[in-house]
């Protein structure tokens, strides 16, 4: 069955770097995303990943695909108090088209 | 910036009355999504309509939810009657058509809660 894992709280200093990280069990898995959501929001897409790649970097976020053992993790350098959100790590499997199945969500709070 | 509306933004009902919630997706986006979050979960999917038809509703509690896209453009979620359980959030998403690497844009949701 699908099911993703994530941690669900994660604290650092404002210009830290943060890594939240995810695990998956659906190795048919094509595409792996994280989306953010803040407060009374709905959720924003900030990146995805195909499983042919080990890595991709946009901006401050880099994202690193380990397939071997289903694990996603995203780093994002310098962080700031607006990133402040809850991160969602969702896969896509290969047994239906754009569905996506999403984790509980890690809690990222940025102190000054 | 096109958006996907949903309205209302906040419900408050007794439990075994009927709810409805809307959602216009951005204009041309084949594709609509119906989440359900609870809190301190992840979303999970609902309903899924390509154009007016249904795709996928394999996760819909159709003894009480349902779902229609009757031209294809906007959509209503019911949910009659509601339970206590169902307070949740319930989040709209549309994408351009069905493929993995279509991004599916959020509206801001309708928070339920079911007295």
């Known amino acids: 069955g699908e099911d993703v894992e994530q941690s669900l709280f994660l604290s650092v200093r404002e210009g830290d770097s943060s890594v939240i990280n995810c695990t998956y069990t659906?190795?048919?898995?094509?595409?792996l995303y994280w989306y953010k959501q803040e407060p009374g929001a709905g959720l924003q897409l900030l990146t995805y990943?195909?499983?042919?790649?080990d890595m991709k970097q946009d901006q401050r976020l880099t994202v690193l695909l380990n397939k071997k053992d289903k694990h996603l993790s995203l780093r994002i350098a310098d962080t700031q108090t607006g990133d402040s959100a809850i991160y969602f790590c969702?896969?896509?499997?290969?047994?239906?088209?754009?569905?996506?199945?999403f984790g509980k969500g890690t809690m990222l709070l940025v102190s000054p | 910036e096109a958006e996907v509306a949903q309205s209302p933004r906040y419900k408050i009902t007794e439990k075994s009355q009927a709810v409805a919630f809307w959602c216009d997706p951005i204009?041309?986006?084949?594709?609509l999504y119906w989440y359900r979050q609870i809190l301190g979960q992840g979303p999970e999917l609902l309903v899924q309509?390509?154009?007016?038809?249904?795709?996928?509703d394999s996760q819909l509690p159709k003894d009480r939810f349902s779902a229609e896209r009757l031209k294809g453009v906007d959509s209503t979620l019911k949910i009659q009657p509601a339970e206590l359980g169902d307070s949740a959030m319930y989040l709209c998403?549309?994408?351009?058509?069905?493929?993995?690497?279509?991004?599916?844009?959020f509206g801001p949701g309708t928070r339920l809660t079911v007295l």
């Open positions: 309509f390509q154009d007016e038809s249904v795709v996928d």
């Open positions: 969702a896969e896509s499997p290969r047994s239906g088209y754009s569905t996506l199945t």
């Open positions: 659906d190795s048919s898995s094509t595409y």
């Open positions: 204009s041309g986006h084949a594709t």
């Open positions: 998403a549309s994408s351009l058509t069905r493929g993995k690497d279509n991004e599916q844009f």
């Open positions: 990943i195909f499983s042919n790649m």
